[in-house]
């Protein structure tokens, strides 16, 4: 199975970190999707070494959408505390998990879908 995560906000809660872990213990191939430059990395690569999740299995979309990429992968979920991400990732027929909700990232989708 293929499981990726978003990393700022979803990837870096503690909760997800211990979900991480897990599904790779279980034999999972985890991801890393993140709409941050490659150059801003680092925090991304130690993380992800402390979690146990490979190098070449983290990318970085340049602030592009993730659901091209998660289609392309194949990813079987994806979890993320972005709702538009997660609608667009479900509108390519992939699961996708909103990890995280609070009332600005809500307020900011409304406004954004003019509502």
Do not use: W
């Not at 790779?24 to 985890?30: L, M, W």
């Not at 538009?84 to 990890?99: D, H, N, T, W, Y």
Request: net charge negative; charged share 25%.
């Amino acid at each position: 199975m293929k499981i990726s995560f978003d990393f700022d906000d979803t990837l870096t809660e503690k909760h997800m970190q211990q979900l991480a872990v897990s599904l790779c213990g279980s034999g999972a191939d985890v991801y890393i999707i993140t709409t941050r430059l490659a150059g801003f990395g680092q925090e991304v690569y130690q993380l992800a070494s402390q979690l146990g999740i490979a190098q070449d299995k983290i990318y970085f979309t340049h602030r592009a959408s993730k659901a091209s990429l998660v289609d392309q992968l194949e990813i079987d979920i994806h979890f993320d505390d972005d709702p538009a991400e997660v609608e667009s990732i479900g509108q390519k027929g992939r699961m996708a998990v909103l990890v995280k909700l609070d009332n600005v990232v809500l307020q900011r989708f409304l406004q954004n879908r003019g509502y």
